[in-house]
């Protein structure tokens, strides 16, 4: 079985950071696109960022600039994203995928999705 399980979320005070796991078994993350998504109530699936199998990062919010890196451990087959000075406006269920190819910003070209992690920013 192909498997994407995230982990880390939580709440956590404006300012703050967290640090959100994506870990495969039966594939290797290597060889695939990994994206972070995430999803706000009320709002669209949005890509946040990606990393290609050849270790190209690619940031598709502009509001996470700067704040947010995505990183791969290989020999864990584990990738990670590492969010620093979260705002209320990051709170959203995230979500980890995989996609043979190239990284992408759209949900619906990735394959594989994790059941996702709760993020809240809240004083």
């Known amino acids: 079985q192909l498997q994407l399980v995230e982990s880390g979320g939580g709440l956590v005070q404006p300012g703050g950071s967290l640090r959100l796991s994506c870990a495969a078994s039966?594939?290797?993350?290597?060889?695939?696109?990994i994206g972070w998504f995430r999803q706000a109530p009320g709002k669209e699936r949005e890509g946040v960022l990606c990393?290609?199998?050849?270790?190209?990062?690619?940031n598709y919010a502009d509001s996470v600039k700067g704040r947010f890196t995505i990183y791969r451990d290989s020999a864990k087959n584990t990738v990670y994203l590492q969010m620093n000075s979260l705002e209320p406006e990051d709170t959203a269920v995230y979500y980890c995928?995989?996609?043979?190819?190239?990284?992408?910003?759209?949900?619906?070209?990735?394959?594989?999705w994790g059941q996702g992690t709760q993020v809240t920013v809240s004083s």
């Open positions: 995928a995989a996609r043979w190819g190239g990284s992408s910003r759209y949900w619906n070209e990735y394959t594989y």
């Open positions: 039966g594939f290797t993350l290597d060889y695939y696109a």
């Open positions: 990393i290609s199998s050849s270790g190209e990062r690619t």
